[in-house]
T-cell receptor
Framework: DTAVSQTPKYLVTQMGNDKSIKCEQNLGHDTMYWYKQDSKKFLKIMFSYNNKELIINETVPNRFSPKSPDKAHLNLHINSLELGDSAVYFC??????????????FGPGTRLLVL | GEDVEQSLFLSVREGDSSVINCTYTDSSSTYLYWYKQEPGAGLQLLTYIFSNMDMKQDQRLTVLLNKKDKHLSLRIADTQTGDSAIYFCAESGANNLFFGTGTRLTVIP
């Protein structure tokens, strides 16, 4: 059974378009994340939601808007796509315990290419 | 903010041991992790170590933690071609993980 799933796996689109990436986890976790991995493979966090509430919002253009309809889903909507948005986007989830051992489980990634 | 550093590349011959090193800055990190990313795939949790441990062994993997020097290492014994991947170390923050830049391990047959 897939623990953290993302759709689509690949996304090729034109500059200026609006697109969404979906993430779902069936682990019963209460915290979900979006990461961006650039062409040099550096991973950076973008957003974190705990129980549908935003708790981390790093310096990300406001063209990126996360939406969490429930604890099991965290979708990423991107407006007016730019060339620099091309990257691999990873969703992850964890169970927040407050003790620091919240192992994050990652989805397979969505490869976004903006032309 | 937290800073996690790794060397970018490592090449080893098949059958040799690989040692991937990582340094971190946040001494309050409770857990430290090693993730593996194979080509075209997502991140896979390999192992983690609690900050009050010095060593953890899991089959071919040995994690060593020097908390005084804030140094973490991952040793892979009898490295195989299937071990070729990018290895990320990460330290736990309050609500997040902070990742290193990743070390690309190349195994030469």
């Amino acid at each position: 059974d897939t623990a953290v799933s993302q759709t689509p796996k690949y996304l090729v689109t034109q500059m200026g378009n609006d697109k969404s990436i979906k993430c779902e986890q069936n682990l019963g976790h209460d915290t979900m994340y979006w990461y961006k991995q650039d062409s040099k493979k550096f991973l950076k966090i973008m957003f974190s939601y705990n129980n549908k509430e935003l708790i981390i919002n790093e310096t990300v253009p406001n063209r990126f808007s996360p939406k969490s309809p429930d604890k099991a889903h965290l979708n990423l909507h991107i407006n007016s796509l730019e060339l620099g948005d091309s990257a691999v986007y990873f969703c992850a989830s964890s169970q927040h315990s407050g003790r620091g051992e919240e192992t994050q489980y990652f989805g397979p990634g969505t490869r976004l290419l903006v032309l | 903010g937290e800073d996690v550093e790794q060397s970018l590349f490592l090449s080893v011959r098949e059958g040799d041991s690989s040692v991937i090193n990582c340094t971190y800055t946040d001494s309050s990190s409770t857990y430290l992790y090693w993730y593996k990313q194979e080509p075209g795939a997502g991140l896979q949790l390999l192992t983690y170590i609690f900050s009050n441990m010095d060593m953890k062994q899991d089959q071919r993997l040995t994690v060593l933690l020097n908390k005084k020097d804030k140094h973490l290492s991952l040793r892979i014994a009898d490295t195989q071609t299937g071990d070729s991947a990018i290895y990320f170390c990460a330290e736990s923050g309050a609500n997040n993980l902070f990742f290193g830049t990743g070390t690309r391990l190349t195994v030469i047959p």
